[in-house]
C-alpha cells in the first residue's frame, strides 16, 4: 500500500532522490516519513513531515537531506545530497494514521541505497 522508488547506487557527494506514494487504501494519514536499516543495525528514523508540514531530521541527515510531501498527504519524497558512504541502507517508507483514537503504521517495501566509491 506504499510505493517506495528511486533507491540505487551513487558514488560519495552524490545525490539520489527517492519517492513514495501511498495508495487510496491508506486513510487519514497524519505523518509520513522514512527510515533506514543498515546490516547489523535497527531501524532508524531519517525524516519525516506531519500534514501540517512540521519536518523532523536525524542528526546525521540534517543540512544534507530534505523531506517534503504534497498537499494530499499521499506522497512524500526525501531528496539526499552530499551522500555519505554511512548513508547505505535499506530505506523504508512509513505513514502514520490516526483515527477514532487509535494509531497505526503502514511501512513500503524498502529501497536499497548504495553509496560506495
Known amino acids: 500500500q506504499l510505493q517506495a522508488s528511486g533507491g540505487g547506487s551513487v558514488q560519495p557527494g552524490g545525490s539520489l532522490r527517492l519517492s513514495c506514494t501511498a495508495s487510496?487504501?491508506?486513510?487519514?494519514?497524519?505523518?509520513m516519513g522514512w527510515y533506514r536499516q543498515a546490516p547489523g543495525k535497527q531501524r532508524e528514523l531519517v525524516a519525516a513531515?506531519?500534514?501540517?508540514?512540521?519536518?523532523d531530521y536525524a542528526d546525521s541527515v540534517k543540512g544534507r537531506f530534505t523531506i517534503s510531501g504534497n498537499n494530499a498527504m499521499n506522497m512524500v519524497y526525501l531528496q539526499m545530497n552530499s551522500l555519505k558512504p554511512e548513508d547505505t541502507a535499506v530505506y523504508y517508507c512509513?505513514?502514520?494514521?490516526?483515527?477514532?483514537?487509535?494509531?497505526?503504521?503502514?511501512w513500503g517495501q524498502g529501497t536499497q541505497v548504495t553509496v560506495s566509491s
Open positions: 512509513n505513514a502514520r494514521t490516526y483515527w477514532i483514537g487509535s494509531y497505526q503504521n503502514y
Open positions: 513531515i506531519t500534514r501540517g508540514g512540521s519536518t
Open positions: 487510496e487504501r491508506i486513510s487519514s494519514i497524519i505523518t
